[in-house]
T-cell receptor
Framework: ETGVTQSPTHLIKTRGQQVTLRCSSQ?????VSWYQQALGQGPQFIFQ???????GRGNFPPRFSGLQFPNYSSELNVNALELDDSALYLC????????????FGQGTRLTVV | ELKVEQNPLFLSMQEGKNYTIYCNYS?????LYWYRQDPGKSLESLFV?????AVKQEGRLMASLDTKARLSTLHITAAVHDLSATYSC????????????FGKGTRLHILP
Protein backbone atom coordinates (compact mmCIF):
# COMPACT_ATOMS: atom_id res chain seq x y z
CA GLU A 1 0.00 0.00 0.00
CA THR A 2 1.46 3.34 -1.07
CA GLY A 3 -1.14 5.60 0.54
CA VAL A 4 -2.03 7.02 -2.87
CA THR A 5 -5.63 6.34 -3.82
CA GLN A 6 -7.36 6.88 -7.12
CA SER A 7 -11.00 6.84 -8.08
CA PRO A 8 -12.77 5.40 -9.86
CA THR A 9 -10.86 2.20 -10.56
CA HIS A 10 -12.65 1.54 -13.83
CA LEU A 11 -14.63 3.79 -16.13
CA ILE A 12 -16.31 3.48 -19.52
CA LYS A 13 -17.07 6.62 -21.48
CA THR A 14 -18.32 7.43 -24.95
CA ARG A 15 -16.24 9.30 -27.50
CA GLY A 16 -16.77 13.06 -27.16
CA GLN A 17 -17.65 12.92 -23.47
CA GLN A 18 -15.71 14.43 -20.63
CA VAL A 19 -14.17 12.58 -17.68
CA THR A 20 -12.73 13.51 -14.29
CA LEU A 21 -10.31 11.24 -12.47
CA ARG A 22 -9.30 11.77 -8.85
CA CYS A 23 -6.19 11.15 -6.80
CA SER A 24 -5.46 11.50 -3.10
CA SER A 25 -1.76 11.88 -2.43
CA GLN A 26 0.26 10.24 0.30
CA UNK A 27 0.31 12.13 3.57
CA UNK A 28 3.02 14.80 3.55
CA UNK A 29 3.43 14.81 -0.23
CA UNK A 30 2.71 18.13 -1.94
CA UNK A 31 3.40 17.06 -5.53
CA VAL A 32 1.16 14.99 -7.76
CA SER A 33 2.07 13.77 -11.23
CA TRP A 34 -0.27 12.15 -13.74
CA TYR A 35 0.71 9.50 -16.27
CA GLN A 36 -1.08 7.77 -19.12
CA GLN A 37 -0.19 4.15 -19.79
CA ALA A 38 -1.50 2.67 -23.00
CA LEU A 39 -1.65 -1.10 -23.30
CA GLY A 40 1.82 -2.60 -23.66
CA GLN A 41 3.56 0.76 -23.23
CA GLY A 42 5.41 2.51 -20.44
CA PRO A 43 3.73 5.36 -18.57
CA GLN A 44 3.80 8.73 -20.35
CA PHE A 45 4.07 11.92 -18.28
CA ILE A 46 0.98 14.13 -18.64
CA PHE A 47 1.62 16.89 -16.12
CA GLN A 48 2.59 17.63 -12.56
CA UNK A 49 1.03 19.80 -9.87
CA UNK A 50 3.01 21.35 -7.05
CA UNK A 51 1.32 23.44 -4.40
CA UNK A 52 -1.83 23.83 -6.50
CA UNK A 53 -0.08 25.01 -9.66
CA UNK A 54 0.86 23.17 -12.83
CA UNK A 55 4.59 22.55 -12.61
CA GLY A 56 5.38 20.96 -15.96
CA ARG A 57 3.61 19.27 -18.80
CA GLY A 58 4.29 16.45 -21.21
CA ASN A 59 3.25 16.20 -24.83
CA PHE A 60 -0.52 16.15 -24.29
CA PRO A 61 -3.13 18.47 -25.84
CA PRO A 62 -4.94 21.17 -23.83
CA ARG A 63 -8.05 19.00 -23.50
CA PHE A 64 -6.07 17.26 -20.75
CA SER A 65 -6.23 19.56 -17.74
CA GLY A 66 -5.90 19.25 -14.02
CA LEU A 67 -6.33 20.74 -10.61
CA GLN A 68 -4.67 20.39 -7.26
CA PHE A 69 -6.49 21.27 -4.06
CA PRO A 70 -5.19 22.73 -0.79
CA ASN A 71 -5.03 19.23 0.71
CA TYR A 72 -2.82 18.25 -2.28
CA SER A 73 -5.34 15.88 -3.78
CA SER A 74 -5.70 16.25 -7.53
CA GLU A 75 -8.02 15.82 -10.47
CA LEU A 76 -7.31 14.99 -14.08
CA ASN A 77 -9.93 16.18 -16.56
CA VAL A 78 -10.10 15.05 -20.15
CA ASN A 79 -12.51 16.75 -22.54
CA ALA A 80 -13.75 15.56 -25.92
CA LEU A 81 -12.66 11.99 -25.30
CA GLU A 82 -11.11 10.07 -28.18
CA LEU A 83 -10.78 6.32 -28.62
CA ASP A 84 -6.99 6.62 -28.16
CA ASP A 85 -7.53 8.04 -24.67
CA SER A 86 -8.33 4.51 -23.53
CA ALA A 87 -5.54 3.69 -21.09
CA LEU A 88 -4.57 3.19 -17.48
CA TYR A 89 -4.19 6.58 -15.81
CA LEU A 90 -1.77 6.65 -12.93
CA CYS A 91 -1.10 9.34 -10.40
CA UNK A 92 2.03 9.53 -8.32
CA UNK A 93 2.68 11.61 -5.26
CA UNK A 94 6.07 12.80 -4.12
CA UNK A 95 7.90 15.42 -2.13
CA UNK A 96 10.44 17.34 -4.23
CA UNK A 97 14.10 16.84 -3.47
CA UNK A 98 17.18 14.85 -4.38
CA UNK A 99 15.88 11.65 -2.84
CA UNK A 100 12.48 12.00 -4.40
CA UNK A 101 10.63 8.76 -4.67
CA UNK A 102 7.28 8.75 -6.40
CA UNK A 103 4.57 6.49 -5.05
CA PHE A 104 1.89 5.40 -7.46
CA GLY A 105 -1.79 4.82 -6.95
CA GLN A 106 -3.55 1.74 -8.26
CA GLY A 107 -4.66 3.55 -11.40
CA THR A 108 -7.93 4.23 -13.20
CA ARG A 109 -8.67 2.08 -16.23
CA LEU A 110 -10.50 4.32 -18.75
CA THR A 111 -12.18 2.76 -21.76
CA VAL A 112 -13.55 5.04 -24.45
CA VAL A 113 -16.06 3.45 -26.81
CA GLU B 1 14.70 15.31 -24.90
CA LEU B 2 15.38 12.52 -22.44
CA LYS B 3 14.89 9.03 -23.83
CA VAL B 4 14.93 5.83 -21.84
CA GLU B 5 15.46 2.52 -23.62
CA GLN B 6 15.20 -0.92 -22.11
CA ASN B 7 16.26 -4.23 -23.50
CA PRO B 8 15.09 -6.77 -23.92
CA LEU B 9 11.40 -5.82 -24.06
CA PHE B 10 10.32 -9.43 -23.70
CA LEU B 11 12.10 -12.18 -21.83
CA SER B 12 11.08 -15.74 -21.22
CA MET B 13 13.35 -17.74 -18.99
CA GLN B 14 13.49 -20.91 -16.96
CA GLU B 15 13.32 -20.97 -13.20
CA GLY B 16 16.72 -21.09 -11.60
CA LYS B 17 18.45 -19.11 -14.35
CA ASN B 18 20.13 -15.72 -14.10
CA TYR B 19 19.49 -12.79 -16.39
CA THR B 20 20.01 -9.05 -16.72
CA ILE B 21 17.74 -6.29 -17.98
CA TYR B 22 19.45 -3.18 -19.34
CA CYS B 23 18.29 0.41 -19.18
CA ASN B 24 20.02 3.14 -21.18
CA TYR B 25 19.13 6.81 -20.97
CA SER B 26 20.15 9.72 -23.12
CA UNK B 27 20.64 12.70 -20.79
CA UNK B 28 22.32 13.33 -17.47
CA UNK B 29 20.01 12.44 -14.64
CA UNK B 30 20.19 12.61 -10.88
CA UNK B 31 18.17 9.50 -10.09
CA LEU B 32 17.00 6.25 -11.58
CA TYR B 33 14.10 4.08 -10.54
CA TRP B 34 13.12 0.48 -11.08
CA TYR B 35 9.47 -0.49 -10.81
CA ARG B 36 7.60 -3.76 -10.98
CA GLN B 37 4.13 -3.94 -12.52
CA ASP B 38 1.82 -6.95 -12.49
CA PRO B 39 -0.83 -7.24 -15.23
CA GLY B 40 -3.60 -4.67 -14.73
CA LYS B 41 -1.93 -3.33 -11.61
CA SER B 42 -0.05 -0.20 -10.68
CA LEU B 43 3.67 0.34 -10.27
CA GLU B 44 5.51 -1.00 -7.26
CA SER B 45 8.75 0.76 -6.41
CA LEU B 46 11.73 -1.62 -6.26
CA PHE B 47 14.84 0.56 -6.18
CA VAL B 48 15.92 4.20 -6.29
CA UNK B 49 19.52 4.72 -7.38
CA UNK B 50 21.02 8.13 -6.77
CA UNK B 51 24.73 8.02 -7.48
CA UNK B 52 27.33 6.54 -9.78
CA UNK B 53 28.23 3.03 -8.74
CA ALA B 54 25.15 2.63 -6.58
CA VAL B 55 24.11 -0.97 -6.07
CA LYS B 56 20.98 -2.13 -4.28
CA GLN B 57 19.72 -5.64 -3.67
CA GLU B 58 16.42 -7.04 -2.52
CA GLY B 59 16.02 -10.79 -2.54
CA ARG B 60 16.81 -12.16 -6.00
CA LEU B 61 16.91 -8.70 -7.60
CA MET B 62 19.95 -6.44 -7.76
CA ALA B 63 20.10 -3.05 -9.46
CA SER B 64 23.16 -0.99 -10.32
CA LEU B 65 23.83 2.39 -11.86
CA ASP B 66 26.67 3.69 -14.02
CA THR B 67 26.00 7.38 -14.57
CA LYS B 68 29.00 7.84 -16.85
CA ALA B 69 27.70 5.19 -19.25
CA ARG B 70 24.09 6.28 -18.57
CA LEU B 71 23.27 2.67 -17.91
CA SER B 72 21.43 0.80 -15.21
CA THR B 73 21.03 -2.94 -14.91
CA LEU B 74 18.53 -5.11 -13.08
CA HIS B 75 19.97 -8.54 -12.42
CA ILE B 76 17.79 -11.51 -11.56
CA THR B 77 19.44 -14.37 -9.73
CA ALA B 78 18.01 -17.89 -9.73
CA ALA B 79 14.65 -16.73 -11.06
CA VAL B 80 11.40 -18.04 -9.57
CA HIS B 81 7.92 -17.96 -11.12
CA ASP B 82 6.72 -15.27 -8.69
CA LEU B 83 9.08 -12.80 -10.32
CA SER B 84 7.05 -12.88 -13.54
CA ALA B 85 5.97 -9.25 -14.16
CA THR B 86 6.86 -6.19 -16.19
CA TYR B 87 9.94 -4.34 -14.95
CA SER B 88 10.30 -0.69 -15.85
CA CYS B 89 13.15 1.68 -15.38
CA UNK B 90 12.51 5.38 -15.11
CA UNK B 91 14.83 8.35 -15.01
CA UNK B 92 14.27 11.49 -13.02
CA UNK B 93 15.01 14.98 -14.20
CA UNK B 94 15.39 17.37 -11.34
CA UNK B 95 14.30 20.71 -12.54
CA UNK B 96 11.25 22.84 -12.76
CA UNK B 97 8.89 19.94 -13.08
CA UNK B 98 10.80 17.13 -11.43
CA UNK B 99 9.25 14.60 -13.81
CA UNK B 100 10.08 10.95 -14.35
CA UNK B 101 10.51 9.47 -17.81
CA PHE B 102 9.81 5.77 -18.21
CA GLY B 103 11.15 3.12 -20.51
CA LYS B 104 8.70 0.81 -22.25
CA GLY B 105 9.21 -1.94 -19.70
CA THR B 106 10.52 -5.46 -19.94
CA ARG B 107 7.90 -8.18 -19.79
CA LEU B 108 9.46 -11.06 -17.90
CA HIS B 109 7.91 -14.51 -18.01
CA ILE B 110 9.50 -17.19 -15.88
CA LEU B 111 8.67 -20.75 -16.80
CA PRO B 112 8.30 -23.29 -14.00
Amino acid sequence: ETGVTQSPTHLIKTRGQQVTLRCSSQSGHNTVSWYQQALGQGPQFIFQYYREEENGRGNFPPRFSGLQFPNYSSELNVNALELDDSALYLCASSFPGMNTEAFFGQGTRLTVV
Amino acid sequence: ELKVEQNPLFLSMQEGKNYTIYCNYSTTSDRLYWYRQDPGKSLESLFVLLSNGAVKQEGRLMASLDTKARLSTLHITAAVHDLSATYSCAVGLQGRDDKIIFGKGTRLHILP
